[in-house]
């Protein structure tokens, strides 16, 4: 019995052959784990659009702005008148 390999079966079912001559185990193929499941479909985020609302404080620097151009434009015409 010392050259013949013997069966010996587990319980588990994972040990096939033991060989009485070497060291070696022939294992049962080992099973794939199955596919974890789809992910599911990402939630709709509604997200309402913003307005652009202008701060008071650009109307008030385009309205100095346009005071002095015209204070310059009167200025401009007086000194012609002038001389």
Do not use: C
């Not at 013949?4 to 060989?19: C, V």
């Not at 652009?52 to 401009?76: E, Q, S």
Request: avoid cysteine; charge should be negative; glycine fraction near 6%.
């Amino acid at each position: 019995m010392h050259g013949e390999a013997s069966q010996i079966p587990w319980k588990d079912g994972t040990e096939l052959i033991t060989s009485n001559i070497g060291a070696f185990t022939t294992m049962a193929e080992p099973v794939a784990p199955p596919e974890p499941p789809a992910p599911p479909p990402a939630p709709v985020i509604e997200i309402p659009p913003t307005k652009m609302i202008t701060p008071n404080w650009i109307y008030a620097i385009i309205g100095v702005g346009a005071a002095l151009i015209v204070l310059i434009i009167v200025l401009v015409f007086r000194t012609r008148r002038a001389s």
